[in-house]
């Protein structure tokens, strides 16, 4: 039988539990309400929601082999606090002193960071000098993580490293003027770093969270956006075979006296530009070893007068509007003057020839190109020219690409009628010669120059660069009758003895273009000498184009002779290209 006193006991137990229960749902109510509900209303009257950037990386950028021209790496910026070592010095206990003496601890920090103890010290103790109560001094920025690690060993409380991204560049100065390079601010100046940053460029994410009252982190407020890493760009370039051609022409540049020189190289069947080696080069981890004026491509950027390199254009023109063929001839002087008044010399005093048209590209007559060249209208000659790239930037878009210059035919001058065969009168870049001279060797069909493979995003997706365009713009029977004149240049002109690959025909045109003064005129003995070559010329495999920017040793194109030799030699090899296993024809006659 169950009591009264029993019964009520059990009747207080009850109540007592529902009153508990009661608080503590009210309780849970009103957690969830502040936290979750009503978050926003109990946010303290600042603005208290604490967001932290999380860095993406920037995308990689590799040569066609997967070697590394520009990567993101992690750096550390050490610091101090000297008020902790001092408060460590002047600690009496010794069981809450750290293992290692300042004295010694400063020892092995600067035997880590490259300084010596004292200069350690000094830091410390020049920052406690300005302030006692200081707890941040800089130790040494930019520590490889091989440092960072070994001063984490040391489990000092005072020393923090602090993680930051910067830009490398693990091959220097190779393709530096192609790849370009960042500024302080992580902002793409120059090159490849500029043109592809969309693909290049990182999306950072970000971690925020909501602070109550008295900036207590609100539970369950966090929200993670992850950072999404650039994409990594590969180009079309062999960086070995653009250190080689680097090194050989800063050789030859400084052998002659000039102020500059390039070597560009182009696959004939695809237009790709293996090689664009420059002299002087920048170095994109530091920036400041040249001038401004190297910190771009100028084989993009630097736009002049090709001089006789055209010569073979104005060939290709003729023989194509069936003008001419390569045996047929001109008299021509040294200098003659022409029925509008126009006076043209030759490079060279010579008595009266009957040049072929084979002749006067090996001799390179400029008389006898005006000559040749006015069997064709200048409009037709000025639609060739355009054919050939003249006047049009390439399809690679490349940061400061000059397009080149071309005057409206219908304005030409007297003079300017004639200068327009053997290449003045107008400009072009050496990356729009080496694209000419594409066309020719490959039939007449010219292919846009390409420097980008792909662009592959940080999940792994590919994409392709298009497919470039392509245009048969003379016949491949006109191309092959300027390859084989281009062929004779190459064996009876007056470099054939220097620029000779063994085992190899090939086929080479030389140009000395005179430099504008910029007032209508030209600089007196200035020269931009330039050589152009196609190789394997009875199957062309390559195009070597070769500058020198004011040789001052030699004034004439022969300056490039020797450092033309050895890069169509180096291109040849670096790719395997088969000895040429035909011989050459007979010789083109070069007099009448």
Sequence with gaps: MTTRATRGTRRRTVVALAVILTVLAAFVFRLVDIQMVHADDHIADSNLDSTRSIPGARGDIVDENGTVLASD???????????????YEDEPDPKKKPELSWAEASERIAEIVGMTGDEVRAIVASALEKNRYSQYAKLKNGLTTEQYLALRDLNLAYVYNKARAVRVYPNGAVAGNLVGFLNGAGEPQYGVERMLQKCLAATDGSSTYKRGQGGVRIPGSERTVPAVDGGSVQLTIDSDLNWYLQQMIAEEAKRQGAKAGSVTVVEVGTGKIRAAAEYPSVDPNNINTVSSEYWRSHIFSDAYEPGSTFKAITAATIIDQGKAT????????????????????????????EYTLAGALIDSSNVSLSKFGTLVDPATRAEYLERFGVG??????FPAEQKG???DPSKWDNQTLYTTTFGQAFTVTPAQLAGAYQALANDGKKIDLSLVESCTDADGTVHESATPDSEQIIKPETAAQVKRMLENVAVQGGNANTIKVPGYRIGIKTGSAQKTDNNGGYKKGVYFTSMVGIAPIEDPQYVVV??????TKMRTSAATAVAFQQAMTQVLKTYHVAPSSTPMGELLPKFD
């Design 73 to 87: 790496a992690f750096v550390y910026d050490a610091q101090l606090d000297p008020k902790l070592i001092q408060d």
């Design 392 to 397: 049009e930037k390439t399809a690679i878009g």
């Design 546 to 551: 070769v500058t020198l920017d004011e040789p």
């Design 326 to 353: 390569p045996s047929s001839h001109v008299t021509a002087a040294t200098r003659e003057r022409f029925p509008n008044g126009a006076v043209i010399n030759d490079p060279f005093p010579h008595p009266v020839y």
């Design 405 to 407: 210059l071309i005057n």
